[in-house]
């Protein structure tokens, strides 16, 4: 069975500080996703990885998924408010299934 | 990109009754899952529904609580049957779209589920 493990499952910082999540396995994924989802709505696509060592930026976000494909981070610098949610990790596993680890709650306070 | 529309959002339900959520996608898409998410943590994987075909069902999951039908490409249903305030949880809807530029997930907005 594949497992995602997901680190740390809350974090709560002020704004403007940095923050990393990891998701970690010992499976080797196809692909890796991640996600963010706010109350009472559906997971949103953040990114996907698919290249073993890619690195990826989305604004103030930085994804990176593992040279053996087995793990990525989310790094966010300079926290914002607007941050604030849950963030998932979601590997595509062998059987094509969306694998998700446990999830993040993020709180950036003001 | 696809939409995909579930029903209902909401409801608040008697224990020992059932209910079905209904799953649209505007398009065709190449495979539809359902997840069930307690509020605050993650997915967990309840089935992948198959058109025309009995639902693949996870470890913990049988057919018999939660039957879930696919007639076609873009639509799907999940029924919780016999519920219990256990099962009180957000029930999301999922499909992949598989190209050859790559595979896309996309999902529903939840049906939360309140057994009382």
């Known amino acids: 069975t594949q497992l995602l493990e997901q680190s740390p499952q809350f974090l709560s910082i002020q704004e403007g500080e940095n923050l990393t999540v990891y998701c970690n396995s010992s499976s080797v994924f196809s692909s890796l996703q991640w996600y963010r989802q706010e109350p009472g709505e559906g997971p949103v696509l953040l990114v996907t990885?698919?290249?073993?060592?890619e690195v990826k930026k989305l604004k103030r976000l930085t994804f990176q998924f593992g040279d053996a494909r087995k793990d990525s981070s989310l790094h966010i610098t300079a926290a914002q408010t607007g941050d604030t949610g849950l963030y998932l990790c979601?590997?595509?596993?062998?059987?094509?299934?969306?694998?998700f680890g446990q999830g993040t709650t993020l709180q950036v306070k003001p | 990109s696809a939409v995909i529309s579930q029903k209902p959002s909401r409801d608040i339900c008697q224990r020992g009754t059932s209910l079905t959520i209904q799953c649209q996608v505007d398009s065709q898409v190449t495979m539809m899952f359902w997840y069930r998410q307690q509020p605050g943590q993650s997915l967990t994987l309840i089935a992948t529904a198959n058109q025309g075909s009995e639902a693949t069902y996870e470890s913990g999951f049988v057919i018999d609580k939660f039957p879930i039908s696919r007639p076609n490409l873009t639509f799907s249903t999940l029924t919780v049957s016999n519920m219990s305030p256990e099962d009180s949880s957000i029930y999301l809807c999922?499909?992949?779209?598989?190209?050859?530029?790559?595979?896309?997930?996309?999902f529903g907005e939840g049906s939360w589920l309140t057994v009382v």
């Open positions: 999922s499909a992949l779209r598989v190209r050859g530029t790559g595979n896309t997930i996309y």
């Open positions: 979601a590997g595509t596993g062998n059987t094509g299934k969306l694998i």
């Open positions: 990885v698919v290249t073993g060592g």
